[in-house]
């Protein structure tokens, strides 16, 4: 047991730091192809704290979705857009602006760190458990139900959405 | 009448002068007729007093009839307070007494519709009021009570405030004095007022004020009395200054009206002080007669109200010291003077005396005194009247001072305590004066409109009328046998020497001396005017006949009317009763009357004054025409001339009432009122208009335009620079709004976070 | 392995998305930064259900399921803002999202 939480701790903070700077080059990278490839990387780094969390039809789910569909998605928006190849200067607000997003991120962080760690200083989580993919199904076709219906509702009006704006009339 | 005068004042202009006359003429015979019809019933009363039974039992079915109804029946209820009533029938006929007063043949016959007996004030509703008849006292016959028809016209405080009339023989023989000198002074006037640019007013005024001097005298309460004094002075007022454009004319009006005026204040406090001493309940005068005869009433308040009464008798019959106004009043036409101041309206202060006499004799003590304020007030006009009458050149004035001393020769007569003798004295005087007047009027229309008697002379050749008219008046005036002036006059004296109780005696001398004196000045004026050589312009010619026609009747009356009151025993001379004393008998009122002493006939006093009258004519006989006699003696006497120009500018007493008094008193007092208004006055609204700029500048600038606009302003600037401020925050840039969503999350969190 | 560590990356990821979103000038840019914020979200949910299925409570899903929806929505949204994003390029020609101030007052 110790072992495999060691490895998975070790695990984690190898991943959570690969996600963090690619994250932050998602924010800043000057070339758009490259931030959204640097979105790929943090998007499948979610996805493996997924599988350490015992989440594993999550992941699979996020890998698909998002790494799958919705990058993808931004790369045809990138290229109908006709987005700059190479290096792009104007992907960036004036300086003023980048300090004061950057004083507000800092300052949620600060607010969010402290409570974080106000609330929950050192649980664990003590014995994983994992969810198989039938248990979430059952979860989904019966307790949440109309949610789920909700949702399907959405995407499609998301769909049509999408489709009225999008059209070339 | 008073209907006439609106018809006049209204239509005069349109129908024209003969109409206008005819409609005034017309008017006056009527009542002049029905004058004597309620003259010839009176007397009818008298002879058969109603007796108790017949008092009671008839009844009235005049209950609120209206003047048109042409009979109503006689009633009367005894109560317990004062007054009989009877209403009385519409005379029907003519009933004649004197026949030479019935006049042309236009005379209306008793069925005149709309006037009763009594020429009623024109809103007159006739209901009988009831009361008692009393015993009667004193003369030959028994109480007869005069008839009062009243209409109550409101109640205040439980004083009835009345409206009627009282016919009594006192009431008949003004109505008929009134109407049948009116009547001739309106013939008379359509021929002297020929062309007169104002004819029809005249006429108007002519009717208004017969009108009111018929509603003065069947005056039932001394309200009503009071408003008739107060309108015949009005007519007056506007006859007198009739020819206005002369501006004399028009203060000569105004004098009279003032004058008159101040002597109504007294008249007017007089009639509030007799209505308390009556016991605060009445202003009826049979009731104020009554209570002031039983000793109930005050006699303070009695003696104050008689002497506030005669103040406004000094005032209207030309009493020492307020008449002024008479001499002057001449201005106005002269049928007017015959009318309004020889023989109405200034008797109509005699009259008021002869109506409330038993508040005088009461409040004066004539029965037991010998000396009081009324009498001696009367007899000092006498002498004062015809002192002055010798100095004035203007016809028209020796005859205006003239009335003034015979009315103080009436006064003094009532004041003694010879009642009949100063009525008898009003009703000759009547005749004889306004015969006088006329007869001046006459002249100055031949001598082409003077009246200065030294252009007049030798008038007796040219205009043989006027003359004989003019020298029967004179006669009578001056009481020489057997004219109408002798039995009016000696049966004053009488009274003076016999009086009540004591004799009168300096009233006795005042009356001898003016006996005198009236004879000399009338004769001056006599041979001045008819004598001699003509002085004046042009040739004067006699007047038409319809001017010398009412001379002639005035003259008649001057010679017969004095035997009406034929003495009982006249030198010896014996009469059977009937014959004798009729006019006292018939006009002396025996009800709510003081009980008087009748004077016989003195023999010596009548012979005295006789001679004394003659001697006067021959007097100015022979100083006038034959210039004997002291001539020029103002030029040598300075005493004389002194006394001359003391004479001839009436005792300097217009000087001292205009003069003196009025601007003493106007003077001083205009200044003070205009200083008021100056500095007070204005003072104040200059003052406030200042202080409310002032205050309503403050309120602008520092209220209005500070405080309020800044509000109001500010209000407004305040929206609208936190709109611009707030403006900015609106870019429409999404990034922006999502950067103050998450500063403001942060702000949240950190709230919810460390602080709650 | 703690709690904490999962939400802390979780924070990181939501305040570096935050800092993207608000500092990108290109649209499809912000988007991406709105993706990685919603990925720290499920994060979270993700742990916290599982803190509650290592409970005493017993397995619960709610977590997962909860997850699972935010993608959903996550796409959805996703395909809309860049339908978006290509109207405003095919208008103006530019999808800078600062230019996009007609609303300016």
């Known amino acids: ?169 | 009448m008073a209907a006439s005068f609106l018809l006049i004042l209204f239509f005069g202009k349109r129908v024209g002068t003969r109409a206008t006359a005819g409609i005034g003429i017309g008017a006056v015979s009527i009542c002049l007729v029905l004058s004597v019809g309620v003259a010839a019933q009176w007397i009818d009363r008298v002879n058969h007093p109603p007796e108790g039974a017949e008092l009671v039992e008839q009844t009235n079915a005049a209950y609120g009839e209206t003047p048109e109804d042409a009979r109503y029946e006689v009633e009367a209820v005894t109560t317990e307070s004062g007054e009989t009533v009877e209403s009385q029938g519409e005379g029907t006929e003519g009933g004649t007494e004197g026949t030479d007063h019935s006049e042309e043949g236009a005379a209306v016959t008793g069925a005149a519709p709309g006037e009763s007996a009594a020429a009623l004030p024109a809103a007159g509703t006739e209901v009988a009021a009831a009361a008692e008849g009393e015993g009667g006292h004193g003369g030959e016959s028994e109480s007869v009570p005069p008839v009062v028809n009243t209409v109550t016209w409101f109640t205040i405080g439980g004083v009835d405030f009345e409206f009627g009339t009282l016919v009594d023989g006192l009431s008949a023989m003004m109505l008929i004095t009134v109407s049948i000198i009116s009547l001739l002074v309106h013939i008379y006037s359509t021929e002297y007022l020929r062309g007169d640019e104002r004819f029809t007013h005249y006429y108007a005024f002519l009717s208004l004020f017969t009108a009111s001097m018929l509603f003065y005298v069947l005056g039932s309460n001394t309200l009503q009395m009071l408003v008739g004094w107060e309108l015949v002075g009005l007519c007056s007022f506007a006859l007198i200054g009739h020819w206005w454009e002369e501006k004399k004319n028009s203060d000569a009006a105004l004098k009279a009206f003032l004058t008159n005026r101040v002597g109504d204040m007294g008249l007017i406090i007089g009639v509030v002080i007799t209505f308390f001493a009556a016991g605060a309940s009445s202003f009826n005068v049979l009731h104020i007669n009554s209570y002031a005869l039983s000793g109930a009433a005050n006699a303070t308040l009695l003696l104050v109200g008689s002497l506030c009464l005669f103040a406004g008798v000094t005032s209207k019959s030309g009493q020492f010291p307020l008449h002024t106004w008479l001499p002057d009043a001449m201005a106005g036409p002269t049928p007017v003077s015959a009318l309004i101041h020889a023989a109405t309206m200034v008797v109509a202060g005699v009259y008021l005396i002869a109506r409330l006499y038993a508040v005088f004799f009461s409040g004066l003590s004539i029965g037991s005194s010998t000396f009081h304020y009324v009498a001696f007030i009367g007899g000092f006009t006498t002498v004062m009247g015809g002192l002055l009458a010798f100095v004035q050149t203007d016809i028209k004035k020796v005859l205006a001072y003239s009335t003034i001393s015979q009315l103080g020769y009436m006064v003094m007569a009532l004041g003694v305590g010879a009642w009949t003798a100063g009525v008898f004295h009003l009703f000759t005087h009547a005749f004889f004066k306004a015969c006088l007047f006329l007869g001046a009027g006459s002249v100055s229309h031949a001598c082409h409109h003077t009246f200065d008697m030294r252009e007049m002379g030798g008038l007796r050749k040219y205009m043989p009328s006027t003359h004989i008219t003019f020298a029967i008046a004179t006669l009578a005036l001056a009481g020489i046998v057997p004219f109408a002036g002798f039995w009016s006059k000696d049966e004053i004296l009488a009274g003076a020497a016999n009086g009540q109780e004591n004799a009168y005696t300096i009233m006795l001398v005042f009356g001898l001396i003016t006996a005198f004196l009236t004879a000399a000045y009338m004769g001056r004026a006599y041979w001045m005017t008819f004598w001699g050589e003509y002085r004046g312009h042009g040739t004067p010619h006699e007047s038409p006949k319809v001017m010398t026609i009412p001379l002639w009747i005035l003259a008649a009356a001057a010679v017969v009317l004095g035997f009406t009151n034929f003495p009982g025993s006249f030198f010896g001379l014996e009469l059977p009763e009937g014959w004798t004393t009729r006019f006292e008998h018939y006009v002396e009122p025996t009800f709510a009357f003081p009980p008087i002493e009748h004077a016989e006939f003195t023999p010596w006093l009548a012979i005295l004054s006789t001679i004394l009258a003659v001697g006067g004519l021959l007097a100015a006989y022979a100083y006038y025409e034959r210039n004997l006699g002291p001539h020029g003696l103002t030029r040598h006497s300075r005493l004389a001339s002194g006394g001359y120009t003391f004479l001839e500018n009436k005792y300097y007493l217009d000087t001292l009432y205009s003069d003196i008094i009025a601007a003493d008193t106007k003077g001083p007092l205009a200044r003070a009122a205009y200083w008021f208004n100056q500095n007070v006055l204005d003072g104040i609204i200059d003052g406030s208009a200042a202080v409310a700029r002032k205050v309503s500048g403050f309120v602008y600038r520092d209220v209005d335009q500070l405080i309020v606009d800044g509000a109001v302003n500010g209000s407004g600037f305040v929206s609208e620079g936190s709109g611009q401020l707030l403006r900015r925050i609106q870019t429409g840039k999404v990034q922006q709004y999502a950067a103050i969503l998450f500063s403001g999350v942060v702000v949240l969190a950190g709230v919810l976070v460390f602080v709650v | 392995m703690l709690v904490n560590q999962f939400l802390f990356l979780g924070a990181i990821l939501f305040c570096i998305g935050v800092y993207g979103v608000l500092a990108r000038r290109n649209g499809v840019l912000v988007l991406m930064s709105i993706e990685l914020i919603l990925n720290a979200v499920n994060i979270n949910l993700i742990a916290f259900g599982a803190m509650w299925s290592a409970s005493d409570a017993g397995p619960n899903l709610s977590g997962q399921v909860f997850a699972l929806f935010v993608i959903a929505v996550a796409a959805a949204e996703v395909g809309v803002g860049l339908a978006l994003v290509l109207l405003i390029y095919r208008n103006r020609q530019s999808i800078a999202v600062d230019d996009v101030d007609l609303l300016k007052g």
């Open chain 1, 1 to 169: 047991m110790l072992a495999l939480l060691v490895a998975q701790n070790i695990a984690f903070y190898v991943i959570a730091a690969v996600m963090v700077v690619a994250a932050i080059r998602v924010v800043t990278a000057t070339n758009l192809v490259h931030a959204a490839l640097w979105l790929v990387m943090v998007l499948s780094g979610v996805a493996a704290q997924y599988i350490l969390l015992a989440a594993e039809f999550v992941a699979i789910t996020q890998v698909l979705v998002y790494v799958g569909a919705i990058v993808v998605l931004f790369l045809f928006g990138i290229m109908l857009t006709r987005a700059k190849t190479g290096r792009d200067e104007d992907l960036d607000n004036p300086l003023p602006a980048k300090i004061g997003a950057g004083a507000i991120g800092v300052l949620l962080f600060g607010v969010m760190a402290y409570s974080l760690w106000d609330a929950w200083r050192g649980d664990e989580f003590g014995d994983m458990v994992v969810q198989r993919t039938g248990q979430v199904s059952d979860a989904i076709f019966s307790t949440y139900l109309v949610p789920f219906e909700v949702i399907s509702v959405l995407l499609l009006a998301a769909l049509i959405g999408a489709i009225v704006l999008a059209r070339r009339d």
